[in-house]
């Protein structure tokens, strides 16, 4: 059974950084694009960064694109997401997701059907 399994989350000061992981179980993550999205109190649910399953093609929003880097260990099937610099705005729920995709990846919710239950990150001070 395909599972995804989100950590890290957690109440961080401005200006602080936190490490979220995506922990794979039940395929092979070296086979699917990953992209990581949030979802703030009120809004869509919005993707901020994603990687190929080769790890070749990275793709971050430019909204975080200075403070957001996202990494993949497949020996761990584990995807990263450091985060720096932690605004007020980051304040959301954050989710990973998977799904096969021949070339690149995408930052399209639709585009992925296995989904992790999400991890709350609170910027506050």
């Known amino acids: 059974q395909l599972q995804l399994v989100e950590s890290g989350g957690g109440l961080v000061q401005p200006g602080g950084s936190l490490r979220l992981s995506c922990a794979a179980s039940g395929f092979t993550s070296a086979y699917y694009a990953v992209g990581w999205f949030r979802q703030a109190p009120g809004k869509e649910r919005a993707g901020i960064a994603c990687?190929?399953?080769?790890?070749?093609?990275?793709n971050v929003v430019d909204s975080v694109k200075d403070r957001f880097t996202i990494s993949r260990d497949d020996a761990k099937n584990t995807i990263t997401l450091q985060m720096n610099s932690l605004k007020f705005e980051d304040t959301a729920v954050y989710y990973c997701?998977?799904?096969?995709?021949?070339?690149?990846?995408?930052?399209?919710?639709?585009?992925?059907?296995?989904w992790g239950q999400g991890t709350q990150v609170t910027v506050s001070s």
């Open positions: 997701a998977a799904d096969r995709h021949p070339i690149g990846c995408t930052m399209t919710s639709k585009q992925y059907n296995y």
């Open positions: 990687i190929s399953g080769d790890g070749n093609v990275l």
